[in-house]
């Protein structure tokens, strides 16, 4: 989804690729917006993945 | 995924909606409800309703968590933000939402201490910082955002925070639905299933729909390509006579949806026994509550609320257009007293609310263009 949605609630979440990993934590990048993103749930990730995250949360690998 | 433009390609659009024509019997309906807030705000955007023929009706469905609240949580929200000493911490869309004595943004004019967040973790990091205040968080949304929720309470546990609560509202798409279904006043042939949540459910919640009510389900994506492709899979279906719970979205949707997600929501949460959606009613066991033994940090138990039930304003008809009778335009303030920016219903607020979508995207000229079914 991109960025004219609403990106705060609901069932809209984003997929962004893994640039720094933080323990339990990440840091995706979207569009050249940063953000960190808890990790727990989609464990262990790597380096360039794709993520789908929501709220803060990354819930799942997106597959290509 | 590869780059977004793969799934908005014009070329391919047009092809999807040829073979789309293509099924269709002509001047047979066919009415589809997308469940999910986000596929309606998708498809307003994207103009996919002027791709499809006549016979295909595109039916909002309850799936925007904002519009869903009922009025008497919102009353209780603000009654939690003008406590003294409470940091009451939302995401955007709530801010506006109208309530009995005007907004959360009303209540901070007022000189209630009311911030906007991205993330439930965002407020836990606030209660850090303000030890000495009482930190709340708005929870809202459907099981999309409930494992967020989720892994900020089990922080929240494992920092032993004594200052962080949240005012739980988390709804779940599949009572809903039924709900829907058993209503008398709406015939639907098909739903376009909500991608997101089902990254954390699954898709096999929703076979109930194909075995109990013989209607087939599509679980989609939210590109224009996506949600053409599902109602393309969702004609095939009923042209062939199958009636399944397929999956569009298989990018990253699974049959069983994120365990470890639906763990986290289970160990901190507990289904409610009924709980009030706007233009729904009570439905039973369709909302998420605090389990008792993570209760301190439930603002329910935390703080006293009002609680009460409050009708919506009368000229509001949020709740036909919720369950897909009334289509936005047709609502009797759609566009005059009722606008986003000066809403009166909620459907009007979310950006994923159908009224402030089709509102937004100059969806006016189907007033006349097309006569609802």
Same mark, same amino acid.
């Given at each position: 989804m991109d960025a004219c949605n609403c990106i705060t609630c609901g069932d809209v979440a984003i997929v962004a690729r893994v640039v720094e990993l933080r323990g339990q934590s990440a840091v995706v990048e979207c569009e050249g917006a940063r953000e960190e993103v808890a990790v727990e749930l989609v464990a262990p990730v790597e380096l360039g993945e794709q993520l789908l995250c929501h709220a803060g949360v990354a819930l799942e690998r997106v597959g290509q | 995924m590869k780059h977004l433009s793969e799934y908005r390609s014009g070329e391919i659009a047009a092809g999807l909606a040829e073979r789309i024509a293509a099924l269709v019997e002509p001047g047979s309906a066919y009415k589809l409800m997308e469940i999910c807030g986000g596929h309606t705000h998708a498809i307003y955007r994207h103009g996919i309703e002027d791709l499809l023929p006549a016979e295909v009706q595109l039916v909002h469905g309850p799936g925007c968590p904002v519009c869903v609240i009922p009025m008497g949580r919102q009353d209780d929200a603000i009654a939690i933000a003008e406590q003294d000493g409470v940091i009451f911490t939302t995401f955007a869309?709530?801010?506006r939402v109208p309530a009995t004595n005007g907004s959360l943004l009303d209540a901070k004019a007022r000189g209630a201490d009311v911030r906007m967040v991205y993330s439930p973790l965002d407020a836990l990091r606030l209660a850090r910082e303000n030890p000495d205040r009482q930190v709340v968080f708005f929870a809202i949304g459907f099981e999309t955002t409930a494992p967020s929720t989720a892994l900020t309470l089990l922080r929240a546990g494992a920092e032993g925070a004594n200052n962080f609560s949240i005012f739980c509202n988390h709804v779940l798409v599949p009572p809903p639905l039924r709900a829907i279904l058993d209503a008398p006043d709406l015939q639907l042939d098909g739903f376009i299933g909500p991608g997101h949540v089902s990254t954390v459910?699954?898709?096999? @919640?929703? *076979?109930f729909i194909a075995s109990e009510y013989g209607k087939p389900v599509v679980v989609a994506g939210f590109e224009p390509l996506d949600v053409l492709q599902s109602i393309y899979m969702l004609l095939r279906q009923l042209t062939e006579g199958r009636c399944e719970v397929e999956n569009q979205y298989v990018r990253v949707v699974r049959r069983e949806g994120n365990e470890r997600a639906l763990a986290v929501i289970e160990e901190t949460m507990e289904v409610r026994d009924t709980f009030e959606w706007r233009g729904l009613g009570f439905i039973e066991r369709s909302a998420l509550g605090v389990r008792e033994q993570w209760g301190r940090f439930d603002a329910e138990r935390r703080f006293e609320l009002p609680g009460t039930r409050v009708a919506d304003p009368?000229?509001?008809?949020c709740g036909e257009v919720l369950r897909g009778?009334?289509? @936005?335009? *047709?609502?009797?303030?759609?566009? !005059?007293?009722? !606008?986003?920016?000066?809403?009166?219903?909620t459907c009007m607020v979310s950006s994923e609310g159908a009224c402030a979508a089709y509102y937004n995207y100059g969806r006016l000229e189907r007033r006349s263009e097309r006569t609802p079914a």
């Amino acid at each position: 989804m991109d960025a004219c949605n609403c990106i705060t609630c609901g069932d809209v979440a984003i997929v962004a690729r893994v640039v720094e990993l933080r323990g339990q934590s990440a840091v995706v990048e979207c569009e050249g917006a940063r953000e960190e993103v808890a990790v727990e749930l989609v464990a262990p990730v790597e380096l360039g993945e794709q993520l789908l995250c929501h709220a803060g949360v990354a819930l799942e690998r997106v597959g290509q | 995924m590869k780059h977004l433009s793969e799934y908005r390609s014009g070329e391919i659009a047009a092809g999807l909606a040829e073979r789309i024509a293509a099924l269709v019997e002509p001047g047979s309906a066919y009415k589809l409800m997308e469940i999910c807030g986000g596929h309606t705000h998708a498809i307003y955007r994207h103009g996919i309703e002027d791709l499809l023929p006549a016979e295909v009706q595109l039916v909002h469905g309850p799936g925007c968590p904002v519009c869903v609240i009922p009025m008497g949580r919102q009353d209780d929200a603000i009654a939690i933000a003008e406590q003294d000493g409470v940091i009451f911490t939302t995401f955007a869309d709530m801010l506006r939402v109208p309530a009995t004595n005007g907004s959360l943004l009303d209540a901070k004019a007022r000189g209630a201490d009311v911030r906007m967040v991205y993330s439930p973790l965002d407020a836990l990091r606030l209660a850090r910082e303000n030890p000495d205040r009482q930190v709340v968080f708005f929870a809202i949304g459907f099981e999309t955002t409930a494992p967020s929720t989720a892994l900020t309470l089990l922080r929240a546990g494992a920092e032993g925070a004594n200052n962080f609560s949240i005012f739980c509202n988390h709804v779940l798409v599949p009572p809903p639905l039924r709900a829907i279904l058993d209503a008398p006043d709406l015939q639907l042939d098909g739903f376009i299933g909500p991608g997101h949540v089902s990254t954390v459910i699954g898709t096999q @919640p929703y *076979e109930f729909i194909a075995s109990e009510y013989g209607k087939p389900v599509v679980v989609a994506g939210f590109e224009p390509l996506d949600v053409l492709q599902s109602i393309y899979m969702l004609l095939r279906q009923l042209t062939e006579g199958r009636c399944e719970v397929e999956n569009q979205y298989v990018r990253v949707v699974r049959r069983e949806g994120n365990e470890r997600a639906l763990a986290v929501i289970e160990e901190t949460m507990e289904v409610r026994d009924t709980f009030e959606w706007r233009g729904l009613g009570f439905i039973e066991r369709s909302a998420l509550g605090v389990r008792e033994q993570w209760g301190r940090f439930d603002a329910e138990r935390r703080f006293e609320l009002p609680g009460t039930r409050v009708a919506d304003p009368p000229a509001c008809q949020c709740g036909e257009v919720l369950r897909g009778a009334l289509r @936005p335009w *047709e609502c009797k303030v759609f566009g !005059t007293a009722c !606008t986003p920016e000066r809403p009166i219903g909620t459907c009007m607020v979310s950006s994923e609310g159908a009224c402030a979508a089709y509102y937004n995207y100059g969806r006016l000229e189907r007033r006349s263009e097309r006569t609802p079914a």
